[in-house]
């Protein structure tokens, strides 16, 4: 019966389909994504020719949680040769790893592609081979990459200059490599010696097996050795192989883990209860317009359970071909989204994306509880009425409030606001993001399961204005809408739906990303900051900046993350590393207890709210980025903002836990009455004798701070687009199966002497309704998150953000919601009118 009933109602399944197939698409992609967050495989690059690298462990253990050090963890020199003393190693090389800047070559000067600089000994890790000229010999030698020389015009022989470790200088090329590999960074070689010179710090060992070697045997080996070597380091090492090489190379890999698999997952899970939602729309929708059909089936005898299994069967025949769409399209979907991802900075390029078997069973997981609970909830109503109910309703619906409608209502609606109070008192910062999405959908869903009785309250109420405005037109539109409240109901809940998830998480994002600008804000005075193409600067230049005409104080900073017990959480927190010298003038630290001018040495400056009672004086373990531990003196106690805990320290201490070991960036404070341009200007005077620095104003130092804050913003605009884009298209789904299922209507009005003009503008008001009604409620589901959220995360009962992106938001759904009813309605009027009249609804 189920088969024989899809070959006649294919255009009303088609919506079934459509919804289902989207479905299906948005899971696979978010599974992939989750896949390869999971596995996180990074195939090796510069380290592809190394059998295994010894390497400092970033895993931190945090109580019950493992953070991941941000900084790269040294090893000590003497490590190498225990290493090359295990038996069947055959070459272990000491990677000396750090960024590098071509400021300039024969036909194209200014800032460099990005480079790392390693010594030459490193070139046979990958391996790089020679294509012409020689290796370095002297301390003013380099090798360049061959993309690197070709992009700058550069041959053996030429003169380069070269910046690096906060030095830069003129080099002489003496060679261009190649590798077979795929690298995605230049590379700059110096001599051993040389880059000993520059970094210090040993960064890794490269471990080639002897011919025969098992290489399990002897990673087993080599760990034993390293782990009594680095026992009693603050630091440990340990010995990894195959894609962990990867790692290595990319620490992002590993401190960008997690968000990729929170994203992925939690988008998943909610792109799969949109797809219910919109699946038992469209079920109900259609449930609505086949009641005649029901109803002559119970008359008949057809029993509740039948024509529930009736339901299900069309919905999961439907299913197994939106599947079969779905697997094929949902590969390239999460490919293409994974490559916005790598591309906008939020997953590491290295990152290889994996999509296998996992992704494609979830999503047939998620397909057949979307059509079993979208088939089930969309006709529960349809196929419980009894005979002489379902005949006296088979045209018009008028009963919805069953006792479990309004109870689940109910739990749900206490969901949201438990949820929105424990937002506003409970929580600070963007960690009140977390309990914002949750209530948004609580509130939707609260308010799609009264949507029948919300729906006709809100028709009762804008009656008045719309027939004194309106007319004729809009009084039939109004009686039509108040008659049809249970019907219309199912095509304003997508319309809520779609404008409180777009209200909401755009605003969301918004608030945060503005909330997270202020806060850094607040602590910074500077007018300039100076900054370096390599990354590093040289310690004495700040001396320079200081005597440069128009400056008031200028003074070496540093940016990192550390961890602080009774601070932050397991991500832990930012740490700001600045110069006493000029700090009184350059940050606006509000001190409540100690000077600034005391953050010298081994210091720290806390927010006074976060010190968790300690005082002046008292001493506090920070562990840095690189995984050293040390006991500082709390020297400042200063007024920080709720949510967005910073500490400070000296920048020449949290420099030395950096991996470039130097200070990143000078700020700079200018002199009453000294202009921008003129500050610029004074600055680049005295930059001119220091290649490859800049002067940047302070809104660059602001928008680079909240970088990863931003990026992290973009991903979910376009996830939250995606989702978005589904819950549109069943609004389109929903008004089209509700319009043409009203030829019948049509034809009555026409016959009673009614133009196809006057029904059109009927309809135009009736898709007034339904989107007015929509955006009513999906503002107020939207309201129950961002008000919290604004309280907590920026002391505000509104949210931030351009008014802009609210009226795209109303006059999509409005354009949608006209679109979608006037098209079927001009093509249902197109028929005659007495033929309209004798058609089934």
């Not at 976060?610 to 506090?620: H, I, N």
Request: charged share 20%; proline share 4%; net charge negative.
């Amino acid at each position: 019966m189920a088969i024989r009933t899809l070959r006649h109602r294919t255009a009303a399944l088609s919506a079934t389909f459509l919804a289902l197939v989207l479905g299906t698409v948005i899971v696979m992609t978010c599974g992939g994504l989750l896949e390869t967050g999971i596995r996180n495989n990074a195939p090796a690059q510069r380290l592809a020719g190394a059998d295994l690298v010894v390497t400092g462990d970033r895993d931190l253990p945090r109580g019950d949680e493992t953070a991941v050090l941000p900084e790269r963890p040294a090893l000590d020199d003497s490590l190498t040769a225990a290493v090359r003393n295990v038996p069947g190693v055959e070459r272990a090389v000491p990677e000396r790893v750090f960024e590098a800047a071509v400021l300039g070559g024969r036909s194209q000067p200014g800032s460099a592609p990005d480079a790392q600089a390693h010594g030459w000994s490193s070139a046979a890790v990958t391996p790089y081979e020679l294509t012409e000229g020689r290796a370095p010999a002297g301390p003013r030698d380099v090798v360049l990459d061959e993309a690197t020389a070709r992009a700058y015009g550069v041959r053996p022989g030429d003169e380069v200059r070269v910046a690096a470790q906060g030095s830069a200088g003129a080099y002489r090329l003496t060679g261009v490599v190649r590798t077979a590999h795929a690298v995605d960074r230049g590379a700059v070689f110096f001599t051993d010696d040389r880059a000993r010179a520059l970094s210090p710090a040993l960064a890794d060992i490269a471990v080639t097996a002897a011919a025969g070697t098992d290489h399990g045997e002897l990673k087993d080996r080599l760990g034993e050795v390293v782990a009594d070597r680095t026992a009693k380091a603050q630091t440990p090492a340990k010995v990894v192989s195959g894609d962990d090489r990867g790692a290595v190379e990319y620490p992002e890999v590993l401190t960008r883990k997690e968000d990729l698999i929170a994203l992925a997952g939690a988008f998943g899970g909610m792109a799969t209860l949109v797809a219910v939602f919109v699946v038992s729309g469209t079920v109900a929708l259609s449930v609505e317009r086949r009641r005649r059909e029901f109803a002559l089936l119970r008359t008949v005898g057809a029993t509740p359970r039948q024509l529930r299994r009736l339901l299900l069967a069309e919905t999961l025949m439907v299913a197994l071909v939106a599947g079969a769409a779905g697997w094929f399209a949902g590969p390239p979907a999460g490919e293409r989204l994974f490559e916005e991802f790598t591309g906008s900075g939020m997953v590491s390029e290295a990152v290889a994306y994996e999509q296998g078997w996992i992704p494609a069973v979830a999503a047939a997981g998620a397909l057949l509880l979307t059509s079993l609970l979208g088939g089930f909830l969309g006709g529960r109503r349809g196929v419980k009425v009894t005979a002489v109910e379902a005949m006296a309703e088979s045209t018009v619906r008028t009963r919805w409030a069953t006792p479990t409608r309004m109870v689940a209502a109910l739990l749900f609606l206490a969901g949201a606001v438990a949820l929105a109070i424990l937002t506003w008192v409970l929580f600070d910062g963007p960690i009140a993001a977390s309990t914002a999405g949750p209530t948004v959908l609580c509130t939707a869903i609260a308010l799609a399961l009264l949507g029948p009785g919300l729906t006709k309250l809100c028709t009762v109420l804008i009656s008045g204005p719309v027939k004194a405005v309106t007319g004729a037109s809009g009084e039939l539109a109004v009686v039509t809408a108040r008659a049809r409240a249970v019907r219309m109901a199912g095509v304003v809940t997508p319309v809520m739906l779609a404008v409180a998830m777009a209200t909401a998480n755009l605003y969301l994002q918004t608030t945060q990303t503005d909330a997270s600008r202020e806060a850094y804000a607040q602590n910074l005075r500077a007018d300039a900051v100076v900054e370096s193409a390599s990354g590093t600067l040289d310690p004495a230049l700040t001396a320079d900046v200081r005597a440069t005409e128009g400056v008031a104080a200028a003074g070496a900073y540093v940016t990192s993350t550390g961890w602080i017990d009774g601070i932050g959480d397991e991500d832990g927190v930012p740490l700001q590393g600045i110069d006493a010298r000029g700090a009184a003038r350059t940050t606006a630290l509000d001190p409540v207890g100690g000077e600034v001018a005391d953050l010298t040495g081994r210091t720290i400056a806390l927010p006074a709210g976060a010190a968790d009672g300690r005082s002046v004086g008292d001493t506090v373990e920070v562990r840095f980025g690189d995984g050293a531990a040390a006991d500082l003196r709390i020297a400042v106690l200063f007024e920080g903002r709720a949510g967005y805990d910073t500490a400070f320290v000296p920048a020449d201490l949290l420099a030395g836990h950096t991996d470039g070991a130097l200070p990143q960036q000078i700020l700079v404070r200018a002199e009453d009455g000294t202009g921008a341009a003129a500050l610029t200007a004074n600055l680049e005077k005295t930059l001119a004798d220091h290649p490859g620095t800049a002067v940047a104003d302070r809104d660059d130092l602001i928008e680079a701070n909240i970088k990863d804050t931003e990026t992290q913003a973009w991903v979910n605009y376009l996830m939250v687009g995606m989702i978005v884009a589904y819950t549109a298209i069943s609004v389109v789904n929903n008004l089209v199966l509700s319009v043409s299922g009203r030829r019948r209507e049509f034809g009555l009005q026409r016959l009673a002497g009614a133009t196809r003009r006057q029904v059109l503008r009927m309809l135009t008001i009736e898709a007034l309704i339904v989107a007015g009604i929509g955006v009513a409620l999906g503002t107020a589901a939207a309201a129950t998150a961002l008000v919290p959220f604004s309280h907590a995360a920026a002391d505000s009962m509104l949210p931030s953000g351009p008014l802009s992106i609210y009226a795209a938001v109303v006059a999509g759904a409005v354009a949608l919601a006209l679109t979608a009813t006037l098209v079927p309605g001009w093509a249902a009027l197109r028929a005659r009118p007495a033929e309209a009249a004798l058609a089934e609804e």
